[in-house]
């Protein structure tokens, strides 16, 4: 058994030993050199695991988006259309899939001027209808038509390189004798969100120039791109 002098007495004793044997002192022990590296060892291998658990999930993102299906979304027509219920504005965009990888669950939203976005007013909407009918309120037909339709198209899957035609209904300016007396403009705002194949979620929002003009005795309608309000892409 390895032996220590004490400090009181000056006499050996063992190393182990809390109160020498000679004197009777309590013995002050320090910390034990192997459980103090035990424990720093302990505590860096802790962090490495951290570390590595964080990188890991940063190259996991990383990789997510550089999957990324590029998406053009361009409104080409705008037409009304008689209905028995009254007028129905419709609009028509083209969404091109320009990249190399397959897009899925691309929605579209219009915006004309200082309208709300036609599918979050139909979201609101259709949550008040059901609210109604939570009540046992009676709907009328329009609203039981509401309460079915959705503006917001719904694409769950373009090809890479390959290109569709959809329609957003309702979606009007915001005056309601827009191109009646002529050469008339309205800013038209497309909100785009799509996923690539790993579920990450890429949106734009672009502005547009709403044109109106007449000829040939009717009404035309033409959409001028202009620029990109926000996106993530």
Request: hydrophobic residues 40%.
């Amino acid at each position: 058994m390895p032996l220590v002098k004490c400090r009181d007495c000056g006499k050996e004793i063992g190393k182990s030993a809390r109160q020498c044997i000679f004197c009777g002192a309590i013995l002050k022990r320090g910390l034990d050199l192997h459980l103090v590296v035990g424990i720093l060892l302990w505590v860096i291998a802790l962090m490495g695991f951290l570390s590595a658990i964080r990188s890991d999930n940063r190259v996991e993102k990383m990789f997510k988006s550089n999957i990324k299906p590029l998406i053009q979304d361009r409104p080409f027509d705008f037409e009304i259309v008689q209905a028995i219920e009254g007028p129905s504005w419709l609009t028509k965009l083209e969404v091109i899939n320009y990249s190399g990888f397959d897009a899925f669950n691309i929605t579209a939203d219009l915006k004309y001027g200082t309208n709300d976005w036609i599918a979050e007013w139909f979201m609101a909407n259709k949550i008040g209808l059901e609210k109604k009918v939570a009540r046992n309120e009676p709907l009328t037909d329009w609203e039981k038509k509401d309460l079915i339709n959705y503006a917001q198209p719904i694409i769950k899957k373009l090809e890479a390189g390959h290109e569709v035609t959809t329609r957003v209904w309702w979606g009007a300016p915001s005056r309601r004798n827009f191109c009646e007396t002529g050469r008339e403009q309205e800013t038209v705002f497309v909100k785009t969100k799509w996923e690539n194949e790993k579920g990450h979620t890429f949106y734009r929002i672009r502005e547009y120039t709403l044109l109106c003009t007449f000829a040939d005795g009717g009404r035309h309608y033409s959409f001028i791109p202009g620029n990109i309000v926000s996106s993530e892409e």
